[in-house]
């Protein structure tokens, strides 16, 4: 069965700089794989998906990620951070058959 | 108007007591999902229904059952509520297909107290 792992449970940036939040996914079939926002007291929200096109995806909010099926990893990438962008994220992967697995989530934290 | 609805937001009621949350998405999906978010934010899928059958029930207590009346609705009620059922639900729903990302609800969150 599919699974993700996601690298650091919280993550803090400063305004400005790099964020990087980290994914690794296990999958028996090439994978779908996808980034979801959670704000505070809200539901999911999808960032972006990779379905074997592009293997750089861009989303929304300036946010994306680069498929390396070498490394097993979708990790999610924001050249510069903003305060709106804390959060917590989460990457999951689904192998096409309609069931999703979810990773931990990491806490996004972004400093004035 | 909303995707996909979730009634009530917020549930508190005693041990042992019965309820249900009530979902439903008006993006014409076939698919739709119930999921248990815990207070240390891990998602976890419950129930999957596609055209008002069950396809993927994972292992939850019995003392929880989905009902789906219609492809737009996807019911869960919770029979002899616990302390450890106090988490914050999730429903969603998706196209199914080649489209798989799910698009989700705003959360019910249930305390048992």
């Known amino acids: 069965a599919q699974s993700v792992t996601q690298l650091g449970s919280h993550v803090s940036v400063s305004e400005g700089a790099l964020v990087l939040l980290r994914c690794n996914y296990s999958?028996?079939?090439?994978?779908?794989l996808f980034w979801y926002v959670q704000y505070p007291n809200q539901g999911l929200q999808l960032l972006l998906k990779?379905?074997?096109?592009?293997?750089l995806v861009k989303g929304i909010n300036g946010f994306e990620a680069e498929f390396k099926k070498s490394e097993t990893s979708f990790h999610l990438t924001k050249p510069s951070a903003h305060m709106s962008d804390a959060a917590e994220y989460f990457c999951?992967?689904?192998?096409?058959?309609?069931?999703?697995?979810f990773g931990a989530g990491t806490r996004l934290t972004v400093k004035p | 108007d909303t995707a996909v609805s979730q009634t009530p937001k917020y549930l508190v009621t005693q041990m042992g007591n019965d309820k249900s949350i009530k979902c439903e998405q008006n993006l014409g999906h076939d698919t739709m999902y119930w999921y248990k978010q815990d207070s240390k934010k891990f998602l976890k899928i419950m129930f999957s229904?596609?055209?008002?059958?069950?396809?993927i029930n994972e292992t939850v207590p019995n003392r929880f059952s989905p009902k789906s009346p219609d492809k737009a609705h996807l019911n869960l009620h919770i029979n002899s509520l616990e302390l450890g059922d106090s988490a914050v639900y999730f429903c969603a729903s998706s196209l199914g297909g080649t489209t798989y990302e799910q698009y989700f609800g705003p959360g019910t969150r249930l305390t048992v107290t």
């Open positions: 229904y596609n055209n008002k059958e069950l396809i």
């Open positions: 990779y379905t074997s096109a592009a293997t």
């Open positions: 999958s028996s079939v090439p994978p779908y």
């Open positions: 999951a992967v689904s192998e096409g058959n309609n069931d999703m697995r």
